[in-house]
């Protein structure tokens, strides 16, 4: 069984930083492709980052290239987004996913554990 949780999410101003974290119980999380998503009222889930369980590889939706960041530590069983710039269009609840899968997932579809969500609300 696989579970994930999220933290670090929070109210922040236009302009500032936050870094969410997801904590991932299993014992090959090594080789799990990891994803960031998030959903904002009204609207359907969306990709935003995503890693590689093969090689580490990442990929970013068009609209947080250059301003997020994920990242993982294996030992730690942890996968991370780092977000600067924030925008309020950044304001969602942010979800982790992970997948057994080694290729590069982007889309909901192909992740099959998800957190529980973290809200991120930033003000302009």
């Known amino acids: 069984q696989v579970q994930l949780a999220e933290s670090g999410g929070g109210l922040v101003q236009a302009g500032g930083s936050l870094r969410l974290s997801c904590v991932v119980s299993?014992?090959?999380?090594?080789?799990?492709?990891m994803g960031w998503f998030r959903q904002a009222p009204g609207k359907e889930r969306e990709f935003v980052a995503a890693?590689?369980?093969?090689?580490?590889?990442?990929y970013y939706q068009d609209s947080v290239k250059g301003r997020f960041t994920i990242s993982r530590d294996n030992a730690k069983n942890t996968v991370y987004l780092q977000m600067n710039s924030l925008k309020s269009e950044d304001t969602a609840v942010y979800y982790c996913?992970?997948?057994?899968?080694?290729?590069?997932?982007?889309?909901?579809?192909?992740?099959?554990?998800w957190g529980q969500g973290t809200q991120v609300t930033v003000s302009s």
């Open positions: 299993g014992r090959t999380f090594s080789i799990y492709g």
């Open positions: 890693s590689s369980g093969r090689d580490g590889g990442t």
């Open positions: 996913a992970a997948t057994p899968s080694v290729s590069l997932i982007t889309t909901a579809e192909g992740f099959g554990y």
